[in-house]
């Protein structure tokens, strides 16, 4: 089992910038892709950004467009989001999720872990 703890979500203006954050913690994290999602009020869960365990391969969903790196902490165990050029419709809850079924993972069906889910909130 992997525990996943998601942090560093809040409220940013238009054009801000927010960087989060997922922990993991349980089974070794040295084989767990890992991988973020978001889903708004009323909405369905999208993929937003996965990594490989190694780190070494990432995806991005297409709306990210530049504006959001993912990256693996030096110990691997953790996995951050970074958010530039925030807009109003990047306003979600965003889930950190992990899986061992391939380097990366794009869909939601393939997670098998998530984390309780991080706010953040664009302003203008």
């Known amino acids: 089992q992997v525990h996943l703890v998601e942090s560093g979500g809040g409220l940013v203006q238009i054009g801000g910038s927010l960087r989060l954050s997922c922990t993991a913690s349980g089974r070794t994290s040295s084989t767990v892709a890992m991988g973020w999602f978001r889903q708004a009020p009323g909405k369905e869960r999208d993929f937003v950004a996965a990594?490989?365990?190694?780190?070494?391969?990432?995806s991005y969903a297409r709306f990210v467009q530049g504006r959001f790196t993912i990256s693996r902490g030096a110990g691997k165990n953790i996995v951050y989001l970074q958010m530039t050029n925030l807009k109003p419709e990047d306003t979600a809850t965003y889930y950190c999720?992990?899986?061992?079924?391939?380097?990366?993972?794009?869909?939601?069906?393939?997670?098998?872990?998530w984390g309780q889910g991080t706010q953040v909130t664009v302003s203008s």
């Open positions: 999720g992990g899986h061992e079924r391939g380097p990366v993972g794009i869909d939601i069906d393939e997670y098998d872990y």
């Open positions: 990594i490989s365990a190694s780190g070494g391969s990432t």
